[in-house]
Structure formats: C-alpha cells, structure tokens
Nanobody, 126 residues
Framework: QVQLVESGGGLVQAGDSLRLSCTAS????????MGWFRQAPGKEREFVAT????????YYGDSVKGRFTISRDNAKNTLYLQMNSLKPEDTAVYYC???????????????????WGQGTQVTVSS
C-alpha cells in the first residue's frame, strides 16, 4: 500500500522558518516528479513547488518563489520543503504528491499527481 506522510508543520510567527518532510512508503518514487501543494480555508488548492525525479529541475509558485526551496533524497524516499520568511498568507494545509508519470518533467497541475499525503497544517501568526 502506497503511503505519503507529511510532517514538520506547526504554528510559527511571521518571518520564521519551517521544514516540511514527506516520506513515501509502499514503493519507490525515485523516478517520479514530486510536488507540494497547499490549501487554505475557503480557497482552492494551490501549487507550491515541484521537483523532477532527479532533482535537476524545480518550479515554484509565484507567491513562494525566493522564500521556499524544494528538495528530495531518493535514497530515503523523502521530499522536503524548506520554508523561510513565512508570512500569514502562507497559512494552509500543505500536501505532498507524486506525479503519475515516471521520468517526465514536473508540472504544476494537481490533476497530474496521483498519490497524495494527508496534509500537515502550517499556521503563521502576524
């Protein structure tokens, strides 16, 4: 059974940093792009960042560019999201996901990701 488990969320103040992790089990995703998405209350799911299967290509949403960094450790089957200079508008549930196709360029469209974690809450106070 494939499972993605996010961790690292919490309550922080504006300007603080957090590092999210997403560990996969049940199969290896070393050949799949992986991404982070987030959803705030009353809003649609938003693309945050994505990384290619080998880590060579990354894309970021405009609202997080320059502040967040996505990375992965395929040996550990783990995806990371380093979040710096957090803002109250970053408050959301953050989800990791795996792209449905192997060895393709990462994309920003959520419908192209098939396995999803349960999410981890990030709350940034002003």
């Amino acid at each position: 059974q494939v499972q993605l488990v996010e961790s690292g969320g919490g309550l922080v103040q504006a300007g603080d940093s957090l590092r999210l992790s997403c560990t996969a089990s049940g199969r290896t995703f070393s050949s799949n792009a992986m991404g982070w998405f987030r959803q705030a209350p009353g809003k649609e799911r938003e693309f945050v960042a994505t990384i290619s299967w080998n880590g060579g290509t990354t894309y970021y949403g405009d609202s997080v560019k320059g502040r967040f960094t996505i990375s992965r450790d395929n040996a550990k089957n783990t995806l990371y999201l380093q979040m710096n200079s957090l803002k109250p508008e970053d408050t959301a549930v953050y989800y990791c996901a795996t792209h449905r196709n192997r060895m393709v360029r990462p994309t920003t469209a959520s419908h192209e990701y098939d396995y999803w974690g349960q999410g981890t809450q990030v709350t940034v106070s002003s």
